[in-house]
């Protein structure tokens, strides 16, 4: 295999709250009957984490699996393991109706890290970020900008936004412009 | 702005997060149709002031098509429910007629 | 004008039904953030950086922007094009394909499912082999095409247009939700999880036999195949939308860039150049070749397009043939496609219409045709042009009148077939 690299191989730009590209991440689409115990256990076997409920993401260092809608979940895991995790997917799943797809390449993985993340955000989205309805644990598609977008808080400051890959640096120079604004003072 | 509940993943959407994909319960036409049958289906639309039954696609959410019961002159969203059935359900049905008594719609009332 | 319409006052007319939002607010809260670099997303491929510091001239193509050709130091853009053109066509050309659609359907009625969408069979395609495929609205109009593969037994990849990667990822989950919601079928878009190349013209596979890892001998057209070219992971599609023999390669995105660097260095000593999306337009219609967009404009059903052999009469049903069966669609006083050759040899204005003898009830020049596409063909050394006319096929080789934007000036061109170059096909099926 060629040195894969990501949409910005890393791109970050430092402020007072800094938005840096997380580099390559394994992702993958699994689709199916997500209350199927066999599913269930191959995302617990390949993430360690415990498979997450409605609107939730299931963290874990570098790996976890987040609720994509009622019959599809994204199982993150290292880019360098992909390849065996969907052979361990297909393995547990065989003769059940379910489609798992390498979908690593597709999408960029960026940060937003610092003080007032949660209004940078905010500002882009019509999602509603107040701390009362999202925190850490919570996942949520919507918009940013003009681009669909996911994202989850991975601690009170920090915030992880999947976006596809054509539109990463899009998605990163929304993002600077948004910090560079500053706070709102909403939250 | 718009706000639907989506009855699929749970979430309040915003209008911007929708999708809007016109008129609810159509009823497919295919090859053996009449003609009067597929212009129904294809090209008759009601065109109410006042109860809607619409299709919406969260399509920056989960991505999944609902549909709604609305009130085009007022915006009042009287609820929305799964795609997949060919008539409203009752109790969407109850609360329109608690508001809206003698509405009709289509087939329906 | 209410108030005259109605022969009443002005005050008697009434106020209009009040829509929100009823405050006003300003036009920098509507933009918000759009606005300098991000007043829109530009989508870029794995490769587009490379294309910017290699003399592309780009174009939009929906959000994305795509090389419509690379002009060197001392070249007009139309220079540009015809060398390119004239390269793929002698030697190696390489087109970054990446924005086309990909489409994995998968599932027990996958098949039964892709049967419905488009006009001809594609749940009997074989395991390894490639279908060029059509889908209509249930209106009956052509919405797209592409060259559908079947990965496995359950499992098969669409190709869609540029434009149509979005559009029918969402029209299938429209059907699959609302219509047929208990059919065992799952769709995801894979587009962008792979950067795809065209490499095109009679030395693509000395090319690829040179990076090596994959014997291509044992690839017959219109079929595909996994494994290892040059050490990129890849999938070999042997496929020609340019009438050259041609392997459209697919590598995961984040090796685009260096696959696509290797093959211009590995192919050096052949000659490879990267073409364009305007010398992509011009060999696929040399070839005849349909671009929906461009033959295609939302009233034009396959039939017009000459294309009957993809509507299967097998299948009972499928988007659009109820439309088809409609009196005036099926119907032989259809403008259809011909391909059209002016008699001077210049190019026909893109656009113009055939015109006919009387005008209408508005007193407007009555018409009998227009052009669909039209390019100056370097490789036939004279204008091309495909268009829709009146009955066209029945009227191969008459002569008709089209306008140009200057009133007193007309063009006459011959109805021809609108295959111009190498119509026996002997040049991709080496």
Same mark, same amino acid.
């Given at each position: 295999m060629s040195d894969a690299i990501s949409a910005l191989q890393g791109r970050s730009t430092a402020g007072e709250v800094t938005i840096r590209e997380a580099g390559l991440c394994g992702m993958i689409t699994l689709r199916g009957d997500l209350s199927n115990a066999k599913l269930r256990a191959v995302c617990k076997k390949i993430t360690g984490q415990v498979f997450p409920e409605k609107r939730k993401i299931a963290l874990g260092e570098d790996r976890g699996v987040a609720w994509m809608s009622p019959d599809e979940v994204l199982v993150m895991l290292p880019y360098a393991e992909v390849t065996d995790a969907l052979a361990q997917i297909d393995?547990?799943?065989?003769?059940?109706?379910?489609l798992a797809e390498n979908v690593s390449d597709a999408r960029a993985l960026i940060h937003v890290e610092g003080d007032f993340a949660r209004e940078i955000m905010a500002k882009l989205t019509p999602a509603d970020l107040h701390p009362d309805s999202f925190a850490a644990g919570d996942f +949520? +598609?919507?918009?940013l900008g003009q681009v669909a977008a996911a994202f989850w808080m991975v601690d009170a400051d920090r915030f992880a936004v999947v976006c596809f890959r054509?539109?990463?640096?899009?998605v990163h120079d929304l993002l600077v412009a948004s910090a560079k604004a500053g706070p709102v003072g909403v939250f | 702005m718009l706000t639907l509940h989506c009855p699929y993943c749970g979430t309040d959407a915003d209008e911007t997060d929708l999708h809007a994909g016109g008129q609810a319960h159509l009823k497919r036409h295919g090859p053996g149709s009449s003609d009067d049958q597929f212009e129904d289906y294809m090209f008759m639309r009601e065109n109410p002031k006042g109860v809607h039954f619409e299709r919406w696609r969260h399509v920056y959410g989960c991505g999944k098509w609902f549909l709604a019961a609305r009130c085009t002159a007022t915006l009042e969203v009287f609820g929305t429910y799964p795609a997949q059935t060919t008539e409203p359900p009752q109790d969407i049905c109850d609360k329109i007629t608690a508001k809206r008594p003698g509405w009709t719609w289509g087939d329906f009332a | 004008m209410l108030s005259n319409a109605l022969n009443t /006052?002005?005050?008697n007319v009434g106020t209009t039904t009040f829509r929100p939002p009823y405050t006003p607010i300003s036009m920098a809260a509507i933009a918000g953030a759009a606005r300098d670099g991000v007043f829109q997303p530009l989508r870029k491929t794995p490769m587009s950086d490379w294309h910017n510091a290699n003399g592309a001239d780009n174009e939009p193509v929906g959000q994305w922007r795509r090389p419509f050709a690379y002009v060197r130091a001392g070249e007009t853009v139309h220079d540009a094009v015809n060398r390119e053109v004239t390269n793929a066509r002698s030697n190696i050309g390489l087109l970054d394909a990446s924005t086309l659609g990909k489409l994995i359907v998968k599932g027990p009625d996958a098949g039964k499912f892709l049967d419905m969408l488009y006009t001809n069979m594609m749940s009997n395609l074989a395991v390894g082999k490639c279908r060029y495929g059509l889908m209509c609205s249930e209106n009956g109009f052509l919405m797209d095409?592409?060259?559908? /593969?079947?990965?496995?037994?359950?499992?098969w990849l669409c190709h869609t247009t540029t434009g149509g990667a979005d559009r029918i990822h969402a029209w299938m989950e429209d059907w699959l939700q609302c219509e047929w919601w208990d059919w065992k079928v799952y769709v995801a878009n894979v587009t962008e999880q792979w950067a795809q190349v065209a490499v095109v013209g009679p030395k693509a596979k000395l090319l690829l036999d040179k990076l090596g890892g994959m014997d291509?001998? &044992?690839?017959?057209?219109? *079929?595909? *195949? &996994?494994?290892?070219i040059g050490g990129f992971d890849a999938r070999v599609f042997r496929i020609s939308f340019s009438g050259e023999l041609s392997y459209e390669i697919a590598v995961p995105a984040g090796q685009g860039r260096a696959f696509w660097e290797a093959l211009i260095a590995a192919g050096e000593e052949f000659g490879v150049m990267p073409y364009g999306t305007e010398a992509l337009h011009i060999m696929r219609a040399e070839k005849g070749f349909i671009m929906i967009g461009d033959e295609t404009d939302g009233t034009v059903i396959p039939q017009d397009l000459n294309l009957h052999w993809a509507l299967s009469k097998k299948k009972d049903d499928y988007l659009g043939k109820r439309a088809h069966a409609r009196s005036f669609m099926d119907n032989p006083d259809r403008w259809r496609l011909v391909? %059209?050759?002016? %008699?001077?040899?210049s190019v026909l204005p893109d656009g113009a219409? /055939?015109?006919?003898?009387g005008s209408n009830a508005n007193g407007q020049r009555n018409t009998q045709g227009r052009v669909t596409s039209t390019y100056h063909s370097p490789t036939l050394g004279r204008g091309i042009a495909m268009g829709l006319v009146h009955r066209g096929p029945d009227r191969m080789g008459e002569v008709i009148t089209f306008n140009t934007v200057d009133d007193a000036k007309t063009v006459a061109a011959r109805i021809v077939d609108p295959v111009f170059y190498d119509k026996e096909g002997a040049k991709q099926n080496v």
């Amino acid at each position: 295999m060629s040195d894969a690299i990501s949409a910005l191989q890393g791109r970050s730009t430092a402020g007072e709250v800094t938005i840096r590209e997380a580099g390559l991440c394994g992702m993958i689409t699994l689709r199916g009957d997500l209350s199927n115990a066999k599913l269930r256990a191959v995302c617990k076997k390949i993430t360690g984490q415990v498979f997450p409920e409605k609107r939730k993401i299931a963290l874990g260092e570098d790996r976890g699996v987040a609720w994509m809608s009622p019959d599809e979940v994204l199982v993150m895991l290292p880019y360098a393991e992909v390849t065996d995790a969907l052979a361990q997917i297909d393995a547990a799943l065989a003769g059940q109706h379910y489609l798992a797809e390498n979908v690593s390449d597709a999408r960029a993985l960026i940060h937003v890290e610092g003080d007032f993340a949660r209004e940078i955000m905010a500002k882009l989205t019509p999602a509603d970020l107040h701390p009362d309805s999202f925190a850490a644990g919570d996942f +949520r +598609r919507s918009h940013l900008g003009q681009v669909a977008a996911a994202f989850w808080m991975v601690d009170a400051d920090r915030f992880a936004v999947v976006c596809f890959r054509s539109v990463a640096d899009y998605v990163h120079d929304l993002l600077v412009a948004s910090a560079k604004a500053g706070p709102v003072g909403v939250f | 702005m718009l706000t639907l509940h989506c009855p699929y993943c749970g979430t309040d959407a915003d209008e911007t997060d929708l999708h809007a994909g016109g008129q609810a319960h159509l009823k497919r036409h295919g090859p053996g149709s009449s003609d009067d049958q597929f212009e129904d289906y294809m090209f008759m639309r009601e065109n109410p002031k006042g109860v809607h039954f619409e299709r919406w696609r969260h399509v920056y959410g989960c991505g999944k098509w609902f549909l709604a019961a609305r009130c085009t002159a007022t915006l009042e969203v009287f609820g929305t429910y799964p795609a997949q059935t060919t008539e409203p359900p009752q109790d969407i049905c109850d609360k329109i007629t608690a508001k809206r008594p003698g509405w009709t719609w289509g087939d329906f009332a | 004008m209410l108030s005259n319409a109605l022969n009443t /006052a002005i005050p008697n007319v009434g106020t209009t039904t009040f829509r929100p939002p009823y405050t006003p607010i300003s036009m920098a809260a509507i933009a918000g953030a759009a606005r300098d670099g991000v007043f829109q997303p530009l989508r870029k491929t794995p490769m587009s950086d490379w294309h910017n510091a290699n003399g592309a001239d780009n174009e939009p193509v929906g959000q994305w922007r795509r090389p419509f050709a690379y002009v060197r130091a001392g070249e007009t853009v139309h220079d540009a094009v015809n060398r390119e053109v004239t390269n793929a066509r002698s030697n190696i050309g390489l087109l970054d394909a990446s924005t086309l659609g990909k489409l994995i359907v998968k599932g027990p009625d996958a098949g039964k499912f892709l049967d419905m969408l488009y006009t001809n069979m594609m749940s009997n395609l074989a395991v390894g082999k490639c279908r060029y495929g059509l889908m209509c609205s249930e209106n009956g109009f052509l919405m797209d095409d592409g060259v559908v /593969a079947r990965i496995s037994e359950d499992t098969w990849l669409c190709h869609t247009t540029t434009g149509g990667a979005d559009r029918i990822h969402a029209w299938m989950e429209d059907w699959l939700q609302c219509e047929w919601w208990d059919w065992k079928v799952y769709v995801a878009n894979v587009t962008e999880q792979w950067a795809q190349v065209a490499v095109v013209g009679p030395k693509a596979k000395l090319l690829l036999d040179k990076l090596g890892g994959m014997d291509l001998t &044992a690839l017959p057209f219109m *079929q595909w *195949q &996994a494994g290892k070219i040059g050490g990129f992971d890849a999938r070999v599609f042997r496929i020609s939308f340019s009438g050259e023999l041609s392997y459209e390669i697919a590598v995961p995105a984040g090796q685009g860039r260096a696959f696509w660097e290797a093959l211009i260095a590995a192919g050096e000593e052949f000659g490879v150049m990267p073409y364009g999306t305007e010398a992509l337009h011009i060999m696929r219609a040399e070839k005849g070749f349909i671009m929906i967009g461009d033959e295609t404009d939302g009233t034009v059903i396959p039939q017009d397009l000459n294309l009957h052999w993809a509507l299967s009469k097998k299948k009972d049903d499928y988007l659009g043939k109820r439309a088809h069966a409609r009196s005036f669609m099926d119907n032989p006083d259809r403008w259809r496609l011909v391909g %059209l050759e002016t %008699l001077d040899g210049s190019v026909l204005p893109d656009g113009a219409y /055939a015109i006919a003898d009387g005008s209408n009830a508005n007193g407007q020049r009555n018409t009998q045709g227009r052009v669909t596409s039209t390019y100056h063909s370097p490789t036939l050394g004279r204008g091309i042009a495909m268009g829709l006319v009146h009955r066209g096929p029945d009227r191969m080789g008459e002569v008709i009148t089209f306008n140009t934007v200057d009133d007193a000036k007309t063009v006459a061109a011959r109805i021809v077939d609108p295959v111009f170059y190498d119509k026996e096909g002997a040049k991709q099926n080496v």
